[in-house]
């Protein structure tokens, strides 16, 4: 064996990594979540959470069956062998919450903006909340599958429309017949 030679690039992911890499590229070409890929695939969503995360603990004929299908397998190849190539990006291999953690798969991860995405104007800068340190990687703007709902649904008015606060910011001052109520002026005794 050579010793000037490296049997991997120093920055390409270590084996028990690349596990997990190619289970949340799969669940990418998907476009499902770990728990909608877990149920198509018939295996337990703790299982595939573990293996995608670090499979060095697992066994080499559980990591040969959760790969199966994915377009990925285990292989043994002589070292320095030449066989590295750009698989991985580098949101898949560096991109990071805040917190440490992996994005969700089938989300597309952008690098940050300069000033940072705009959930983080909004509500860390413009707000004064959160830690104030500038995310480099962001999910956003990613488009809900189809009939996705956030929230509960709203009440109904008698009109069969959304009441407030859904319908319009000032739902509550309104007279039923979609003029506002005038309330007067209040400072000198006459109406406005």
Do not use: C
């Not at 940050?112 to 104007?121: D, I, L, N, T, V």
């Not at 909004?122 to 956003?140: I, K, M, N, Q």
């Not at 649904?153 to 319009?168: C, I, Q, Y």
């Amino acid at each position: 064996m050579d010793d000037t030679v490296p049997p991997w690039p120093a920055d390409f992911p270590p084996v028990h990594e690349l596990v997990g890499l190619a289970l949340r590229a799969d669940r990418r070409r998907l476009n499902q979540s770990q728990r909608a890929y877990a149920v198509s695939r018939q295996i337990s969503r703790d299982v595939l959470a573990r293996a995608e995360v670090d499979a060095s603990g697992m066994r080499l004929d559980t990591i040969t069956k959760l790969l199966e299908g994915t377009g990925y397998d285990v292989v043994v190849v002589p070292t320095g062998w030449d066989i590295l190539g750009p698989w991985w990006d580098l949101t898949d291999t560096e991109a990071r919450t805040r917190g440490g953690g992996r994005f969700p798969a089938h989300r597309e991860v952008k690098e940050s903006p300069a000033g940072g995405p705009h959930w983080y104007q909004y509500h860390e800068v413009l707000g004064r909340r959160g830690d104030g340190t500038r995310p480099r990687w962001s999910a956003e703007g990613f488009t809900p599958p189809p009939g996705t709902r956030y929230g509960k649904v709203p009440t109904l008015g008698e009109d069969g429309r959304a009441r407030w606060p859904f319908n319009d910011m000032y739902g509550d001052i309104r007279d039923g017949q979609g003029g506002v109520l005038d309330f007067g002026d209040d400072t000198d005794g006459e109406p406005s």
